[in-house]
């Protein structure tokens, strides 16, 4: 078993997933920015820069089945506390790895450092990088554990016509690692459209925030209006 997240995720990314074993495994912060839960087939991870026993202690303490312990509010709201920090929601987690060729999209780079989809995504990520084409604007970044995570924005009026699907599909040709995406699970449209671009679900991943939560959780939870 990995001992950092970065390699759990990218083994995941590989279809290797930690043991279906119903235990918890407890790795440290990537960076002070995030912290948080990843819940994958009856094994979870949690990251955080407190004790480990106090987080085995707590999930014993928790009145649920074991396997759904590290997602139960009770745990949840204990390691807020505990850490001072805030979240949203939980997402479902996907991801897609890179395809060869152009993207089939005619898609125009962002130069402006300053523009605010580029401000927006800069509280969550790094190195962000982002492109339009008309109703549209896709975004790119390093974020949990320097994972490169895609997010997208899609017009209300161009919506359902199946451009949010072609945004992320065509994210997948500029990139040259596995790419990643959040959805909250009640956003069946965006989840169907990335899983029709090719992107697999791995998991479900809840991040806690020293600021004020999620932050860019717009970018893939409403705004993905094309996919269906």
């Not at 997402?91 to 927006?120: C, F, M, N, Q, T």
């Not at 995504?121 to 975004?139: F, I, P, S």
Request: hydrophobic fraction near 45%; aromatic fraction near 6%.
């Amino acid at each position: 078993m990995a001992e950092n997240l970065r390699d759990i995720l990218d083994a995941a990314a590989r279809g290797v997933f930690p043991p279906p074993d119903g235990r918890t495994t407890v790795v440290p912060q990537p960076c002070p920015r995030n912290a948080g839960v990843v819940a994958f087939t009856a094994h979870s991870v949690v990251f955080t820069d407190e004790d480990p026993q106090w987080v085995y202690d707590t999930l014993r303490r928790v009145d649920c089945d074991p396997l759904a312990a590290t997602m139960n509010p009770v745990f949840l709201a204990a390691l807020m506390e505990r850490t001072g920090r805030t979240t949203e929601t939980v997402d479902s987690v996907l991801v897609g790895d890179p395809l060869p060729g152009e993207p089939p999209l005619a898609l125009k780079e962002i130069e402006d450092a300053g523009h605010p989809r580029i401000v927006y995504a800069r509280r969550r990520r790094d190195e962000v990088r982002a492109w339009t084409v008309q109703g549209a604007v896709l975004v790119m970044g390093r974020g949990v554990a320097g994972r490169l995570e895609v997010s997208v924005e899609v017009d209300e009026g161009v919506r359902h016509r199946g451009l949010g699907r072609l945004l992320v599909a065509a994210a997948r040709h500029l990139v040259a690692e596995p790419l990643w995406a959040q959805v909250a699970p009640g956003n069946a449209r965006s989840v169907r459209a990335f899983q029709a671009a090719g992107y697999r679900p791995v998991g479900a991943e809840l991040l806690l925030s020293a600021g004020s939560g999620r932050g860019d959780a717009f970018d893939v939870d409403a705004a993905v209006g094309g996919g269906s």
